[in-house]
């Protein structure tokens, strides 16, 4: 019962909000969120549930999965004003459910605040979260890398397919302990890597599992780029899906011998287009539909 009165007040809001003009983003679920915080719990969800978080990109990324499913028919909700916290979450899922806490769509996607996403998804389990990176993002805030990590992977469980960036080795330390699957994407080195550490503010130069300092065969930014442990096994490895022959300049690469065209020349992008042909390609996403979105104007 509580639960539908949410669901009604949450439409109702939305269309005041609609009515005088405003966005209405945030206020209808933060009203709807403060009657029962236990509600996106007891919404019957679709078949996929897709969460992407992350320092950076997340949005980018979003967006360009999005496009993918639209174009390949799938009936895709997200959260394209950028709203990723709770109260947003909360909004965009009330209304989208019946009365009965039905949601009414074939794909739920979600741009997901890293420090939100415990409170999204409590009990319900996404089906997939892509992780972008995990880097030293508003310390006022997030405080260390490693509370990031801590606040992502706690919420999940072996149900939740990880799609990870094979770049980052301090995301990638969840494969040390995940029993879950995990898909890695990621990028091979560019005209424009380099191969020495050009900065001292690098968040993971050490081995999450016998914590010696790691060997880099190039960088891209950061601590992003190709590395392994000397003492141990832990290291990048060959991802799933790799962005070969990078040219920023054309704004092309390759992924399986297929030629993609980037809607902005940057190596972000070449980041977010990969993990958004990783995770449709995950889920059945023909192959063909992927280019197609890819290679027109986003």
């Not at 997030?142 to 509370?147: A, K, R, T, V, Y």
């Not at 606040?151 to 094979?166: H, P, Q, S």
């Not at 991802?239 to 993609?260: M, R, S, Y």
């Amino acid at each position: 019962m509580l639960r539908a009165l949410q669901i009604i007040v949450n439409k109702f809001l939305t269309f005041l909000c609609k009515l005088f003009h405003k966005n209405g983003t945030q206020f209808p679920g933060a009203i709807s969120y403060n009657m029962n915080q236990k509600v996106l719990e007891r919404i019957k969800y679709p078949k996929y549930v897709i969460g992407v978080t992350g320092s950076s990109g997340k949005g980018t990324t979003t967006n360009l999965i999005y496009h993918i499913l639209k174009d390949a028919g799938y009936d895709v909700v997200y959260n394209e004003t950028g709203s990723n916290g709770i109260r947003g979450i909360t909004t965009l899922i009330l209304n989208n459910c019946n009365i009965f806490g039905k949601f009414k769509h074939e794909v739920l996607l979600l741009e997901l605040d890293e420090k939100h996403l415990h409170l999204a998804f409590g009990k319900n389990k996404m089906t997939h979260l892509v992780v972008t990176n995990i880097t030293r993002d508003q310390p006022a805030r997030n405080g260390s890398p490693d509370l990031i990590y801590d606040a992502i992977f706690n919420v999940i469980d072996e149900k939740t397919t990880l799609l990870l960036n094979a770049d980052d080795p301090g995301l990638m330390r969840v494969s040390l302990t995940f029993k879950g699957n995990i898909i890695t994407y990621g990028v091979n080195k560019t005209r424009d890597s380099y191969l020495k550490k050009e900065c001292f503010s690098v968040d993971n130069a050490y081995c999450p599992n016998c914590h010696k300092k790691l060997i880099y065969s190039y960088y891209h930014y950061g601590h992003i780029g190709s590395y392994y442990c000397p003492n141990c096994d832990f290291k990048r490895g060959t991802p799933n899906f790799i962005a070969k022959n990078v040219d920023l300049k054309k704004g092309t690469f390759e992924i399986n011998q297929n030629k993609i065209h980037l809607n902005k020349n940057f190596l972000f992008t070449v980041y977010a287009t990969t993990a958004a042909y990783a995770l449709t390609k995950t889920i059945g996403v023909k192959e063909k539909n992927i280019l197609y979105a890819f290679n027109i104007d986003i």
